[in-house]
């Protein structure tokens, strides 16, 4: 049995948890959050379908932080430390409900945008499975393409606020040329 055989159990595992702890957050926080601030959707609308602008919740906690999800222990182990603290993330992209710690900023809300096109274009599922694998061969959180993506595209927006680009069509791309 080789390595990768001898690890799949544990990717599978690992998978099911996220996928289990993002559904049950989502659940948490829904019924506490509000549509889209109006001034907020104005700013960044020319970049995201109308229909996901609709749909996604916000909510900030004002200085509360959400507490490390139970793999995060495991993630921290397995990237030899490198995994940000989370508790000092600015937020946290559970589907459709986006949880912002402190105030809401055009820069931070493009970036859990992204992540939330991210999970509309491929399905929340195939998300988690493309996250968690490609953390699990790279141990770092950076190379997971799917935050490198987000981390480009958010760069792209806040240098030049006239440059307008579709994230949809931006993942759609690297769909179609295998770079998830």
């Known amino acids: 049995m080789s390595s990768s ?12 948890g996220v996928t289990s702890y993002y559904r049950g957050e989502r ?43 139970p793999f995060y222990a495991q993630g921290k182990e397995m990237s030899g430390g490198k995994l940000p603290d989370f508790v ?29 096109t991210q999970m509309a ?7 988690v499975d493309l996250y968690v694998r490609a953390f699990a061969k790279h141990r770092s959180w950076l190379a997971i393409p799917l935050e490198e993506q987000t981390y480009k595209l958010e760069a ?7 440059d307008i680009f579709s994230v949809e069509d931006e993942i759609k791309t690297w769909l179609n040329e295998g770079r998830y």
């Open 5 to 16: 055989e001898q690890r799949e159990p544990t990717v599978e595992e690992i998978i099911a």
């Open 27 to 69: 659940e948490l926080y829904v019924r506490h959050s509000e549509p889209l601030d109006a001034a907020l959707r104005a700013a960044i609308a020319r970049y995201f379908p109308a229909q996901l602008l609709d749909k996604v919740k916000t909510i900030t906690l004002s200085g509360a932080r959400i507490p490390p999800p």
């Open 88 to 116: 000092h993330l600015v937020s946290i992209t559970y589907i459709d409900v986006l949880v912002f710690h402190d105030e809401i900023a055009p820069r931070t809300l493009f970036h859990a945008l992204v992540h939330a």
């Open 121 to 127: 274009v491929l399905g929340f599922e195939r998300y």
């Open 156 to 162: 792209r927006f806040a240098e030049n606020f006239a």
